[in-house]
């Protein structure tokens, strides 16, 4: 007589049987599915939100999200240093996000802040032995920007994408934060933000899309008012545009915010810029336009 062997089904899942019933398998069988299952990621979607603030929200997109979840500070950390840094050995996160304690205490804190976020949501941390990741369906926005930013600065890319131009209009990395590992990535985003912003700007001014290209550039502007290569670019625009009045007002207003506040001028390639705008024909008995002060 031959025996049927009977199939191992992992803990907390459904066989299905020969007469169409179904019976659950109990819990206890088989413990390490579930730490297997967390490491996959699976799970709802997740949006991680560093860029003006820390939000962690879930739902099929981020502008639908249908849960805002609550996250402890340490938790913060753990899941804003692994969006930040892709991957980190546990030894290095725990030493890095509680240097003032012992290796072993700042561990015993990591595992209890690990414990915490998954006791909410199993899949936002995938673990592999002694190194830690964000689960592959956690989106982050800090990925995107960059992302975006990279592609905008590509020679062939394309500057018709208001999309793409509204993926740059974004805040600074978690402001308020003083931490040297988000420290030194805030501005290292914020200049790659910069740089794209002025790139899609000239580009959107070659392609004629002035609208496009003034938001750019004047998003420069707001986010660094000293910055002379953002000043250019809003000038460069409203000469394309064959608005003398506008570019020689935007300039003369920089060269007195610089002159306040760094008791410098602009440089002489701004100046050159100005320099040629066409004069302005004068009217009936008036004189011709006087260059403006440089």
Known sequence: MTR??????????TRRLPAGTTRRVPAGAGAGAAEATRATGSGPAAHLQ?????????????????????????????LAYLALRQRAARTVLAGTLWPDVTENHALGSLRTTLWRLRHRRPSLVRSDRDVLALADTVRVDV????????????PDAKADSGPQLGSLLTGDLLPGWDEDWVVLERERLRQLRLHALETLAGSLTARGQHALALE???????????????HRAVVTVHLAEHNIGEAIRHYQSFRRLLHRELGVEPSGQFRALIRRTPPSAPGPGRSPR?????
């Open 4 to 13: 049927q062997l009977t199939p191992h089904v992992p803990a907390g899942t």
């Open 50 to 78: 560093l860029l003006g603030s820390f939000a962690l929200q879930y739902g099929a997109e981020a502008a639908e999200a249908t849960e805002t979840a609550e996250v402890c500070a340490s938790g913060q950390r753990v």
């Open 143 to 154: 990925r995107d920007l960059s992302r975006c930013a990279l592609q905008a600065l590509r």
């Open 216 to 230: 750019a550039a004047l998003e420069c502007v707001r986010t660094d008012p000293l910055r002379e290569s953002a």
């Open 290 to 294: 006087r260059p403006p002060a440089l």
